[in-house]
Structures are given as C-alpha cells and as structure tokens.
C-alpha cells in the first residue's frame, strides 16, 4: 500500500523559490527531523504543517496532496 499524502509539491515549491535544506533550517527554523520526515513522505502534525506555511507564506497545497488510493478500503462490499 502506498503513502496517500506526499509532499511533492512541498519539494517543487522551494525549488520555484529557489530555497535549499540548509535554508529551511538556518533561515526559516524549520527542524532537520522535520524536512527528513518530508523528504520520506511520513506524515506530520497538522500543526507542523501549519507552522510550515507561516515560516514559507505559502497554501497548505504548495506543501502536500492527496493521493486517492487504488482501493477503498472505507466502500462497503
């Protein structure tokens, strides 16, 4: 089963704005725990994702999507 929330668009959003890692964590703060946690698609606090649009002034859309999964396992058979 794959991962339904990526933060591709997060990635895609700092390269349009031209920001590295090391100015995720020296300019904006932003912990190495947390871009690892992006980085592997892991899921994150909503609050985390929240502190990450403050810090980037940007959408919660610029940060992640949804993936619909293949099979819902929430459709009743």
Do not use: A, Q
């Not at 591709?8 to 703060?29: H, N, Q, V």
């Not at 892991?42 to 649009?53: A, E, F, H, N, R």
């Amino acid at each position: 089963m794959r991962n339904m929330i990526t933060y591709r668009p997060f990635w895609e959003y700092l390269k349009s704005k031209d920001i590295s890692t090391y100015m995720l964590i020296y300019t904006y703060g932003i912990n190495s725990y947390t871009i690892d946690r992006l980085r592997h698609d892991k899921p994150l606090k909503t609050s985390t994702i929240d502190s990450l649009c403050n810090r980037l002034h940007c959408d919660i859309t610029d940060i992640m999507e949804h993936i619909e999964d293949s099979v819902d396992e929430f459709t009743p058979k």
